[in-house]
């Protein structure tokens, strides 16, 4: 077996693929925005969709018994779009640390939740997870979907909530699972932008909890 069929091998059995692969448990400093900034959070039993701006996507406040916050969620159901996302008012924001909880309720070719942030002008990074597969990736988005970093975890359990938070301090940028630390990445292609919620394909996803701590751009 050559030295090359042999690096082949042992990269498959570490579950290596795509651009940039991360290990589920990172030893990185945690990022941080400043502590003093102040908290933005949407629990939608209060606030419904004012302010929201809808890019694609079948997005209503539903109620839902169990919701983490309240009686009512946010239920993206559109079925035959690429990608669904819908941007949260307030922002833009540079660095910035948000987190929120998402519910995949049904989907046979993707059923995921993501979060999107430093949108602007139509181009975004989005951090999703996915219960049809044992990853959580990054992806920059500019009329089409570029994956840059992607990190093996346990598959979120369709049906149960699970919480997803992205912190993004000047080019880094650093994802949790359930509070899992999983993935880390540096990227300079966008400084700022909108913080929104995502969806793919046929994923009936719900989300609650969404909170958004960030430097607004020009302060």
């Not at 969709?49 to 559109?78: F, H, I, N, Y």
């Not at 913080?195 to 996803?205: C, E, M, Y």
């Amino acid at each position: 077996m050559s030295r090359r069929t042999v690096f082949k091998t042992i990269l498959g059995g570490l579950g290596v693929s795509g651009l940039t692969w991360r290990r589920p448990a990172l030893a990185a400093p945690e990022l941080a925005v400043p502590a003093t900034l102040p908290v933005g959070s949407f629990a939608f039993d209060k606030t419904g969709l004012d302010g929201w701006t809808t890019v694609e996507g079948q997005w209503a406040v539903e109620d839902m018994p169990g919701a983490p916050s309240g009686s009512k969620v946010l239920l993206q159901r559109a079925t035959n779009n690429q990608f669904n996302v819908i941007l949260a008012p307030r922002g833009p924001y540079s660095d910035l640390d948000v987190s929120m909880k998402f519910k995949p309720i049904s989907g046979k070719e993707d059923a995921s939740g993501g979060i999107v942030f430093r949108f602007s002008q139509g181009r975004y990074y989005v951090v999703r997870a996915n219960a049809l597969e044992d990853n959580v990736r990054l992806y920059f988005y500019d009329r089409e979907r570029r994956q840059i970093a992607t990190s093996r975890v346990k598959a979120p359990t369709l049906g149960q909530w699970h919480t997803l938070r992205v912190v993004a301090v000047d080019d880094r940028m650093q994802a949790w699972l359930d509070g899992q630390l999983c993935l880390e990445h540096r990227d300079t292609r966008l400084k700022s932008g909108r913080v929104g919620l995502w969806t793919k394909a046929d994923s009936i996803t719900a989300f609650d909890d969404l909170t958004v701590r960030g430097v607004k751009r020009g302060e």
